[in-house]
């Protein structure tokens, strides 16, 4: 059974930079491309971006000034940093499976971030 | 690419067909996927690449459409059902978007 679990801080000042983990249970992280979306309170989904197992990217060209993602396949996790965070950066962030077809099938529960000072 | 859901509300009882509609600003030939979301959770695949049904979704769920226009249909609404139901593209794969959503309310 898949699992995601999103991990990081829940508050981060403004101007400040966001760093997220999710660790992967259940299936080796090598197989699939993984993704990060977020969700504002009462809004719908944005997605952020996607790491391959071999470490290649793709951004949302909204965000891709201020995104990195990253793969760690030894401890079948990867992670999300947003620089220069603003309140407009406060959302629930959810990590996602694709596994190939481009419609995430499994997904971490998400964490709130809130950016305040 | 831009994805357009309607209606953003459907008033509905159990036992309703109900079906909602998302236009693609492009052609975004198959690759379009359905999700449906409660509170405080997180999205649930239900649907890719236009109409076929993932593992464990109820049959009453079905997808169809092509090209620019696509719909989601729930032959009868159950209890269950009541939820937020998003679109999403992946024809530019590079950058998916997700339609606005559209909200299934008794």
């Known amino acids: 059974q898949v699992q995601l679990q999103e991990s990081g801080p829940g508050l981060v000042k403004p101007s400040e930079t966001l760093s997220l983990t999710c660790t992967v249970s259940g299936v080796s992280i090598n197989l699939y491309n993984w993704n990060w979306i977020r969700q504002p309170a009462d809004m719908g989904l944005e997605w952020i971006g996607r790491v391959s197992a071999s470490g290649n990217t793709n951004y949302n060209s909204a965000l891709k000034s201020r995104v990195a993602m990253s793969i760690d396949t030894s401890t079948n996790q990867f992670s999300l940093k947003l620089t220069s965070v603003t309140a407009a950066d406060t959302a629930r962030y959810f990590c996602?499976?694709?596994?190939?077809?481009?419609?995430?099938?499994?997904w971490g529960q998400g964490i709130l971030v809130t950016v305040s000072s | 690419i831009q994805m357009t859901q309607s209606p953003s509300i459907l008033p509905a009882s159990v036992g309703d067909r109900v079906t909602i509609t998302c236009r693609a600003s492009q052609n975004i030939n198959n690759c379009l996927a359905w999700y449906q979301q409660k509170p405080g959770k997180a999205p649930k695949l239900l649907i890719y690449k236009i109409s076929s049904l993932e593992y464990g979704v109820p049959s009453r769920f079905s997808g169809s459409g092509s090209g620019t226009e696509f719909t989601l249909t729930i032959s009868s609404l159950q209890p269950d059902d009541f939820a937020t139901y998003y679109c999403q593209q992946c024809q530019a794969y590079s950058q998916w978007t997700f339609g606005q959503g559209t909200k299934v309310e008794i």
């Open positions: 996602a499976k694709d596994p190939g077809g481009g419609a995430p099938d499994s």
